[in-house]
């Protein structure tokens, strides 16, 4: 966020001296408000450029086994521009290199999920599914297992239909 900050405001001051060079290559015929016009446009595309970038230069950096499951694009009315290009905001990756699954139970798996977000932190979230029951199980609060492998004290949730992270955990099953 600070180097965007430093971007931004480094690409004001370009574009200003640009238009303040263009001014002096004139003849000084350009009217005043060029300048500081040209600096925020400059601000202004900067800032646009980082919005789209974000998601391909965050994905690019990921470490392998990191699979992307969903994204969630935005528009917003104070950003126009997005409501004809949406821009992509978070999304959520899946651990598949460290996914574990139990001998006894061959039908779930218990995963990672990392929680991508443009202007917050990584969150990661311990996840079991029971791929056939379509159901997950959120394991924050500290899970207890029973001598043969199954959480005891899990609290299930269907999963809609379509769901892309069961669909990228329980692949192949």
Do not use: H
């Not at 300048?35 to 965050?58: F, K």
């Not at 977000?117 to 379509?134: E, F, H, I, N």
């Not at 899990?154 to 955990?169: F, K, S």
Request: positive net charge; proline residues 6%; glycine residues 6%.
């Amino acid at each position: 966020m600070f180097f965007e900050l430093i971007a931004t405001i480094v690409a004001g001051f370009a574009c200003a001296g640009i238009a303040m060079l263009l001014n002096v290559l004139t003849g000084r015929r350009l009217p005043r408000f060029v300048t500081p016009v040209a600096a925020g446009l400059g601000m202004l595309a900067t800032t646009i450029s980082n919005e789209y970038t974000w998601y391909d230069r965050t994905t690019a950096t990921l470490p392998q086994g990191l699979e992307i499951a969903s994204t969630v694009e935005e528009k917003s009315w104070f950003r126009p521009w997005t409501q004809a290009v949406p821009f992509t905001k978070r999304f959520v990756a899946v651990d598949t290199g460290t996914m574990r699954r139990n001998p006894a139970l061959p039908d779930q798996r218990l995963v990672e999920l990392y929680f991508f977000g443009r202007w917050s932190t990584v969150k990661q979230a311990p996840m079991l599914y029971d791929c056939p029951a379509r159901r997950s199980a959120l394991l924050i609060d500290g899970a207890e297992f029973a001598s043969d492998g199954r959480i005891v004290d899990a609290d299930w949730r269907r999963v809609p239909e379509g769901d892309p992270i069961i669909a990228l955990v329980c692949r192949g099953t």
